[in-house]
């Protein structure tokens, strides 16, 4: 493996023992840990700078306004967004998704379009989806995987044919949560503007994992998480083209958002503040911006290397288990940070239980994937995640932990 700095001293919460052992944090899919600077910057703004923003005119509310607008900026260069406008603060990837859904979906959708996704979307990429389908009378499609173990990721003939000019709107992730399938997504977002479709991608796997350029990808609205990607939980970010973010009304009303109101009406800001009503979650948009910061000193390819190494080591590693079914891309061909497998007559929720005996923190379960899951003919998967503090002799530590439990079970 090529050098690769230990990071690990910038994570406190890694240096702990759990159930006797040293901690093997392999659940980074679900949400990552957070460094010395994003902690620090949340103590800095609570302990000096805590104030409400924008309407304040004294020194602590500019500061924090300062603080949170720079974030946005910051935000905004850290995904290539032409203007730090296009950033809109969210809770995370599933508020910034529904956001679309009913803004944008109530706005444009009607019966006979077509909403399309794809086989692999997690719940927050489906369900709203489902929903202003529903709402709207549209019909909705998606696109399908390929294969007994979704190792072929999705049918791109199927792809050429659902995309159609009936097709408003095609919504899809970046990276799979549950395969580890990194789709392509300039590809997709070209395919679906040459029938008038807009775009909308599930970044939430992405994009604190390797470099990200919405004008690059040229898709319309990209959402992720702040909590995937080192920064802190309850911030994320909903990318928008402006020339639809200012065409679109808000979903949320409130303060903060208008310009003029009566007792009968109200006019609305443009965006961003349009789409941020009440008072924002400052402290934690200001440690976004912290992460944004170390990802980049870090350098986002190299992240992005060192996951694809860490998947490949894990890969032949645990390939060779008996009795072992991974799913997603097979050993050798791209796949994102994270594996997935199953063993027949093991329920991932007991792999899971056994390898924190170990000190192994590992995701068993759907994965908010049951569509995908009854599509493999499963009912959970035991998922180990990686990020830019794991080792090779972490994975080692997994694989010595499920050998253990094979040998418990009586299947190897
Ligand atoms: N999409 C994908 C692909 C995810 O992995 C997740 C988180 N598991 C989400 C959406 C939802 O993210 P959040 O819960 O932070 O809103």
Redesign the pocket.
Known sequence: MPTWPNVRADFPVLHQQVNGKPLVYLDN??TSQKPRSVIDALVHYYERDNSNVHRGLHTLSMRATDGYEGARTRVARFINAADPAEIIFT?????G?NVVARSWGHAHLKPGDIVLATGME?H??LVPWQQAARASGATFKFVPVLGADAEGGLDLAALDQLLTPQVKVFAF?H???TLGTINPAAEFCRRARAVGAVTVI?A??SVGHGPLDVQALGCDFLAF?G??MCGPTGI?VLYGRRALLDKLAPDETGGGMVVSVTYEAATWKPAPERFEAGTPNVADAIALGAACDYLDALGRDQIAAHDALLAQYAMEQLSVLPGIRIIGPRVGAPRSGLVSFAFEGVHAHDIVTFADEDGVALRGGH??NQPLMRHLGLTSTTRASFYLYNTEQEIDVLVASMRRILKFFGTA
């Open positions: 899919g679900a809770r995370g990837t599933t508020e998704i997690h927050s990429n992730t990276i799979s949560n599930d939430a796997q998480s909590h995937k994320g994965h908010c």
